[in-house]
């Protein structure tokens, strides 16, 4: 609940609208590359160019930015492209050793602390020195998403542990495993789906109050000084208030929360002493021998290849909708401040109630979780074909369909909002699923560096088409096709197999550790006895 409130109100909804507002105060019109865009002349030249037929849009910005220029829109959906691709290479550096001793609940604390303080920090960011913002950016989201895959490795767990799952387990036992029905829907996997969509729904129930402080932050600012304050200290004061809220809640996940703790971490080289330097450099390359070991064991897993390679391009495809629909919304559509935050409300409820009503309907239909999870890609293939509506002249010609119109685009973030809860929920604990017990957090790793890996190159490529043409309508062709991609790949995903080849794969790698104790055990008593026999 603490972590999403910044995930949907900062970087979901105000944080690309604070960046784009940012630069834009630094920056220069695109017709004419010299007039400032926040200049009376500035607006008069939007306003001349927007009633020019076919001429690009009248409201986009370039920033110079290291020897080239990009506009205002493109130039916060390349600093979230870097902001995950930050966080996949923090993910491989740090979160493999979660699975050991008690780290996974103090790096859950540590990433929670350092990302709320990188929000607040954004009080004293200023449109003289953007780019700062713009590493705040980075840093938050970089802590962000690394809380979020320690998260999700208590998610198996959790599950593993409750009462339901362990009477099953003593009832069901046959070998290495509990028997899977032939739908894939066994106990655990039943919890697991539960306990995501609750947090999903609890998390975005929190995103929604704060939502609501936050267009009371806006009315009251623009109440009491009207236009004589920065357009984005509003902003900033809601991004303050969201840091605020995720730091506060860190506290009851202090206090309250199980360690868990995982076995201990026995390689001699980590516990060795030394300078803290030289322990930090041979932990963070114990973190990416152990992101190859996991890599090549899940490369023996055919469903989890299958599966990883549909959330590559699934997650790309909700990164690119996500940023590229907010800042449609501020460019093109001209819709202000609060519309956004309203906006962002639409997504944040049409979110809670998928949490609630996709997991009901999945049951009442009786669909497999890899089917409902293809029944929200399907439903989301509706917002990028809807915006390429304005494409066709007959459309235009009625100047209302295919987002023409402002209002438009809030039953298109109700369908986002509805299906993204779906599949967050689906998709983290269908991959739980699949997962060798015991390797929760570095497996998690995994599909978050998928997630974000991916997620880097989707806004870029957004960005660079934004560049090029001077609009963002253009990039709803690249995420429709972005989101059609994974569909075949989930519908082949199967998860009963998925989690009995898991269960085999823990069983094999529990006999290997052991051979090698054995061997390294026989190794130094070889040695003693070589120096034994030497004093002698």
């Given at each position: 609940m603490a972590a999403e409130v910044?995930?949907?109100?900062?970087?979901?909804?105000?944080?690309?609208?604070?960046?784009?507002?940012?630069?834009?105060?630094?920056?220069?019109?695109?017709?004419?590359?010299?007039?400032?865009?926040?200049?009376?002349?500035?607006?008069?030249?939007?306003?001349?160019?927007?009633?020019?037929?076919?001429?690009r849009d009248a409201d986009q910005c370039l920033v110079h930015l290291f020897g080239t220029d990009v506009t205002t829109a493109s130039f916060a959906m390349y600093t979230f492209s870097v902001a995950v691709l930050c966080q996949a290479l923090t993910l491989v550096s740090v979160s493999a050793f979660a699975d050991y001793g008690g780290n996974r609940k103090r790096l859950l604390l540590t990433f929670g602390t350092i990302g709320a303080i990188m929000s607040m920090s954004f009080m004293f960011v200023v449109p003289a020195i953007y780019l700062v913002g713009a590493l705040l950016v980075i840093i938050?989201?970089?802590?962000?998403?690394?809380?979020?895959?320690?998260?999700?490795?208590?998610?198996?767990?959790?599950?593993?542990?409750?009462?339901?799952?362990?009477?099953?387990?003593?009832?069901?036992?046959?070998?290495?495993?509990?028997?899977?029905?032939?739908?894939?829907?066994?106990?655990?996997?039943?919890?697991?789906?539960?306990?995501?969509?609750?947090?999903?729904?609890?998390?975005?129930?929190?995103?929604?109050?704060v939502q609501v402080l936050g267009i009371g932050i806006l009315a009251i600012t623009k109440k009491l000084f009207g236009d004589s304050i920065s357009s984005t200290l509003p902003l900033r004061l809601i991004l303050l208030l969201a840091g605020l809220w995720w730091l506060a809640f860190?506290?009851?996940?202090?206090?309250?929360?199980?360690?868990?703790?995982?076995?201990?971490?026995?390689?001699?080289?980590?516990?060795?002493?030394?300078?803290?330097?030289?322990?930090?450099?041979?932990?963070?390359?114990?973190?990416?021998?152990?992101?190859?070991?996991?890599?090549?064991?899940?490369?023996?897993?055919?469903?989890?290849?299958?599966?990883?390679?549909?959330?590559?391009?699934?997650?790309?495809?909700?990164?690119?909708?996500?940023?590229?629909?907010?800042?449609?919304?501020?460019?093109?559509?001209?819709?202000?401040?609060?519309?956004?935050?309203?906006?962002?409300?639409?997504?944040?409820?049409?979110?809670?109630?998928?949490?609630?009503?996709?997991?009901?309907?999945?049951r009442r239909m009786h669909w497999t979780s890899t089917q409902t999870i293809v029944a929200c890609l399907a439903l989301m293939e509706v917002v990028p074909l809807y915006g390429l509506m304005g494409y066709l002249p007959f459309v235009r010609s009625w100047s209302v369909g295919g987002l023409q119109q402002w209002w438009e685009i809030y039953p298109l973030g109700f369908i986002f909002g509805f299906v993204m809860a779906g599949l967050s929920s689906f998709c983290r604990s269908c991959f739980g699923q699949l997962i060798p017990p015991e390797n929760e957090a570095a497996f998690f790793a995994l599909f978050a560096i998928t997630d974000k890996g991916s997620s880097a190159v989707g806004p870029a490529i957004v960005g660079k088409i934004v560049d090029t043409t001077g609009h963002i309508r253009p990039a709803f062709w690249f995420i429709a096709v972005l989101i059609a991609l994974p569909i075949p790949l989930i519908w082949y995903t199967d998860v009963a197999r998925g989690q009995e080849d898991g269960r085999r794969m823990a069983v094999r790698l529990k006999e290997q550790q052991g051979l090698t104790l054995q061997m390294r055990t026989a190794a130094e008593n070889e040695e003693v006895e070589a120096l034994m026999r030497d004093e002698d």
């Open positions: 910044f995930a949907v109100v900062g970087v979901g909804a105000f944080l690309p609208v604070t960046l784009e507002q940012l630069a834009r105060e630094n920056g220069v019109l695109y017709s004419d590359r010299t007039t400032p865009c926040m200049s009376a002349a500035g607006a008069a030249g939007r306003l001349a160019v927007r009633a020019t037929d076919g001429a938050g989201v970089t802590c962000l998403g690394s809380s979020f895959v320690v998260l999700n490795s208590f998610l198996p767990l959790l599950a593993a542990n409750h009462p339901s799952v362990q009477d099953t387990s003593k009832k069901g036992r046959t070998g290495v495993g509990e028997t899977i029905p032939a739908d894939g829907c066994s106990t655990e996997l039943q919890i697991s789906t539960t306990i995501s969509s609750n947090a999903v729904g609890l998390g975005y129930t929190a995103a929604v109050f860190m506290i009851p996940t202090a206090m309250w929360l199980r360690k868990r703790p995982g076995p201990p971490l026995q390689d001699a080289r980590l516990t060795q002493h030394g300078s803290k330097f030289m322990i930090a450099v041979t932990y963070v390359r114990f973190a990416w021998s152990s992101l190859w070991r996991t890599v090549k064991i899940a490369a023996q897993l055919k469903q989890m290849v299958i599966f990883l390679v549909a959330w590559f391009l699934l997650s790309d495809a909700q990164a690119s909708v996500s940023g590229t629909a907010v800042l449609f919304a501020r460019t093109e559509l001209k819709i202000g401040t609060i519309g956004i935050a309203l906006l962002s409300i639409t997504v944040m409820v049409s979110g809670i109630l998928g949490a609630v009503l996709i997991p009901m309907l999945s």
